[in-house]
């Protein structure tokens, strides 16, 4: 049985004793990997960069990322090590299609992962590069379409990476992630992972959002990972605690 499908107890709590039983997929986005084991039940984590900085928690895999052209000097060594520490899956660029991240056109994007991160198939199950939910041309699931087109058949990803921002009505989310999973299964990925999503709204709509949406991530057969964003002060944390939100992602209500 795949980690992915595997059932854990996830140990956060929020009002004293909740528990709630759940597929194996809840991640930690992190930049200081001291605060990782507060997201209690993670069995991922990742920090947008080649290296874990430090000690995760026993049982969380760390995910490197090749988050785009800057990290390509450093990325072979990083990896192999990554590789021989135990991860297991590889990371592709940090939203592409988004001017302000990596900023890669489908076709750079495709030749540089058959450069990088294709002749590591084998040794980790790969990741495609992580999309936007933006909406146009070269943007979000359109950017991913041209990129499959680029690859040809060639990148070799076993797993689709999305992104979600808004504050909208969950159907919206429901709607964007059933798009990326038909996506992924057309060509022939094994899963979704939505590697950055937020609910963009106040402390008690990301909260509604969180107790509608992690339901139905768990039970959605076509998503292999989340994580929500972030484990740092003003998301998850609070003064280097679960804040409210933070608690809403690792408990039940």
């Not at 939203?95 to 076709?107: F, H, L, T, V, Y």
């Not at 590069?129 to 680029?150: E, S």
């Not at 768990?218 to 608690?247: E, H, P």
Request: proline share 4%; with cysteine.
């Amino acid at each position: 049985m795949s980690a992915d499908v595997r059932f854990a107890k996830r140990l956060g709590k929020r009002g004293g004793s909740h528990l709630r039983e759940v597929h194996d997929k809840i991640g930690a986005a992190y930049n200081d990997v001291s605060l990782v084991s507060l997201v209690s039940g993670a069995s991922w984590a990742y920090n947008w960069n080649l290296e874990s900085g430090g000690s995760l928690p026993s049982g969380v895999e760390y995910c490197p990322m090749l988050w785009g052209p800057k990290m390509y000097n450093d990325w072979n060594s990083a990896v192999s090590t990554a590789l021989s520490s135990g991860s297991n899956y590889i990371l592709g660029f940090n939203e592409p299609d988004n001017a302000g991240q990596a900023n890669m056109s489908p076709e750079q994007a495709a030749t540089d992962y058959q450069t990088y991160i294709t002749p590591l198939a084998g040794k980790a199950k790969l990741v495609t590069p992580a999309i936007t939910n933006g909406a146009g041309t070269n943007v979000g699931l359109d950017w991913m379409k041209n990129w499959l087109a680029a690859c040809n058949g060639a990148c070799k990803p076993d797993v689709m990476a999305v992104h979600y921002y808004a504050n909208a009505d969950i159907s919206y989310f429901k709607d964007f992630i059933n798009s990326a999973t038909t996506l992924a299964a057309d060509n022939g990925m094994e899963s979704v992972w939505i590697t950055e999503f937020q609910n963009t709204g106040s402390t008690d709509e990301q909260v509604a959002f969180l107790k509608e949406a992690l339901p139905w991530l768990d039970a959605n057969t076509a998503v292999g990972r989340y994580a929500y964003f972030y484990t740092a002060d003003g998301y998850l944390l609070t003064d280097g605690l679960l804040s409210t939100v933070g608690q809403a992602y690792v408990s039940t209500s």
